[in-house]
């Protein structure tokens, strides 16, 4: 039989090396602004956000508000890229105030053949200005199965780099179940309720963390 070679001294040290390897692998990125003073959370999309396939008020934002005391605001429009949603992000989302902007982009960009670093790039850009203006900033991530895969990755790598919460997969079993869709790839209202859920359930520590910091006192 042959012998183990490590002396305990050596298998700790290897051990808890790996231990903090895997730690830091694992650790989640500090979000910025996480002490805003904003007063609204602003949904910044397209056809997604906009809720298109539902009646008013079946909108994703629509539902979102009805789980949170913060007022929701509803800055999507149908068939946006990110190109246009660059120019109208002053207007439509830092003069609202925003104590959270929630980013859903990149399903029109794809459709139009705009190249992914033209996105990214706008991406970054919408992020920085919220984040300029004090916001705390959710990336969305509509990829489902292949569709819109080649974003996923990018996505989370840029909400990592830039400080923002990733919001994985919210369309996730809904276009592929036609109770919870209006067409191949628009949820109807029961489908942007379950987005609205799922949003809800990733920002709320950061949104609870932001009231905590609120009522703590300064720091002499």
């Given at each position: 039989?042959?012998?183990?070679?490590y002396k305990p001294g050596i298998l700790f040290f290897i051990l808890f090396g790996l231990a903090v390897v895997f730690s830091a692998g694992c650790a989640k990125t500090e979000v910025r602004n996480i002490d805003s003073s904003g007063k609204s959370i602003v949904c910044f999309g397209d056809s997604i956000t906009f809720g298109y396939g539902a009646e008013p008020g079946g909108d994703y934002p629509s539902a979102l508000a009805k789980m949170t005391s913060i007022p929701v605001i509803?800055?999507?429009?149908?068939?946006?890229?990110?190109?246009?949603?660059?120019?109208?992000?002053?207007?439509?989302?830092?003069?609202?105030?925003?104590?959270?902007?929630?980013?859903?982009?990149?399903g029109n960009d794809f459709l139009?053949?705009?190249?992914?670093?033209?996105?990214?790039?706008?991406?970054?850009?919408?992020?920085?200005?919220?984040?300029?203006?004090?916001?705390?900033?959710?990336?969305?991530?509509?990829?489902?199965?292949?569709?819109?895969?080649?974003?996923?990755?990018?996505?989370?790598n840029l909400a990592?780099?830039?400080?923002?919460?990733?919001?994985?997969?919210?369309l996730n079993g809904i276009i592929t179940n036609p109770s919870l869709k209006s067409?191949?790839?628009?949820?109807?209202?029961?489908?942007?309720?379950?987005?609205?859920?799922?949003?809800?359930?990733?920002?709320t520590p950061y949104i609870n963390k932001n009231i905590l910091a609120k009522k703590l006192p300064n720091k002499l």
């Open positions: 039989m042959r012998k183990n070679n509803n800055a999507g429009i149908d068939g946006d890229t990110s190109t246009e949603a660059l120019e109208r992000v002053k207007s439509d989302v830092l003069d609202r105030n925003p104590i959270m902007v929630i980013v859903e982009f990149g139009r053949k705009i190249p992914q670093d033209v996105t990214l790039n706008n991406m970054g850009k919408i992020i920085d200005a919220a984040h300029a203006g004090g916001a705390m900033v959710a990336v969305v991530d509509i990829s489902t199965g292949l569709i819109l895969k080649q974003y996923r990755s990018a996505f989370y990592r780099e830039k400080g923002a919460i990733f919001i994985p997969h919210v067409d191949f790839i628009h949820p109807n209202a029961a489908g942007y309720n379950v987005i609205a859920q799922r949003i809800y359930r990733t920002i």
